[in-house]
């Protein structure tokens, strides 16, 4: 069982240019999560998805979009990508994302993106 | 919201038990307390989580005393493999954006 995959592993990418990081899980979680994490800070979340067709708004979700078609795969797009937005970004599933106790969450390895 | 304060970093030696507090005076009381562990280049991974009480699992132990404002993670006879950043996170999971990773602890573990 493969988790949580993410795509690519790493990008450098020109200002302006459009980018979607891929990520997707074979564990059946109702939600996803995609956070950003700068060097040497905590992670922030972008956005989530408590469950497929449905998505939010996190803590830092401007120049980013996300969609969820399936319960596989949530991908996050950069519509024209900015310096500030060089990080690295990581993935996350939960079986549920409402509720107590919460659901642990299932991390990815992370996309290290460079925006130059 | 409740916001966590805990030390930025910490050192210790292998073989010792490793405490880390965490700070939550204004935790509400659906709060969870949940803490993660990351190490660099990976994605945080979950410890243990706990509502009041003690909590333990093969990895570690969760301690949050009665009014609930703290909680200490514990980490019995580290080694190396245990040097990494500790996340303790509150929130009510009834909204995936109340749930906010602050910095951290860096734990660094010295032969």
């Known amino acids: 069982i493969a988790g949580i995959t993410q795509a690519p592993t790493s990008q450098i990418l020109a200002a302006g240019r459009r980018m979607t990081l891929r990520c997707t899980q074979d564990?059946?979680?109702?939600?996803m999560y995609w956070y950003r994490q700068d060097l040497g800070l905590g992670l922030r979340l972008i956005h989530y998805?408590?469950?497929?067709?449905?998505?939010g708004k996190g803590e830092v979700p401007d120049g980013y979009s996300v969609s969820r078609a399936n319960t596989d795969d949530f991908p996050l797009t950069l519509a024209s990508a900015v310096p500030s937005q060089t990080s690295v970004y990581f993935c996350?599933?939960?079986?549920?994302?409402?509720?107590?106790?919460?659901?642990?969450?299932?991390f990815g390895p992370g996309t290290r993106l460079t925006v130059l | 919201l409740a916001k966590t304060t805990q030390p930025i970093s910490m050192d210790s030696y292998e073989g010792q038990e490793v405490n880390i507090t965490c700070s939550h005076n204004n935790i509400a009381t659906n709060d969870y307390i949940t803490w993660y562990q990351q190490f660099p280049s990976q994605g945080p991974r979950f410890i243990i989580q706990g509502y009041k009480t003690k909590v333990t699992n093969e990895v570690a132990s969760l301690f949050i005393p009665a009014d609930r404002k703290s909680s200490t993670l514990s980490l019995p006879r580290v080694s190396l493999s245990d040097t990494a950043v500790y996340y303790c996170?509150?929130?009510?999971?009834?909204?995936?954006?109340?749930?906010?990773f602050g910095s951290g602890t860096r734990l660094s573990i010295r032969p």
């Open positions: 564990m059946r979680h109702n939600a």
């Open positions: 998805s408590n469950t497929a067709g449905t998505t």
């Open positions: 996170l509150v929130g009510d999971y009834s909204s995936a954006s109340k749930i906010i």
């Open positions: 996350a599933s939960s079986p549920q994302g409402t509720g107590n106790p919460p659901s642990r969450r299932y």
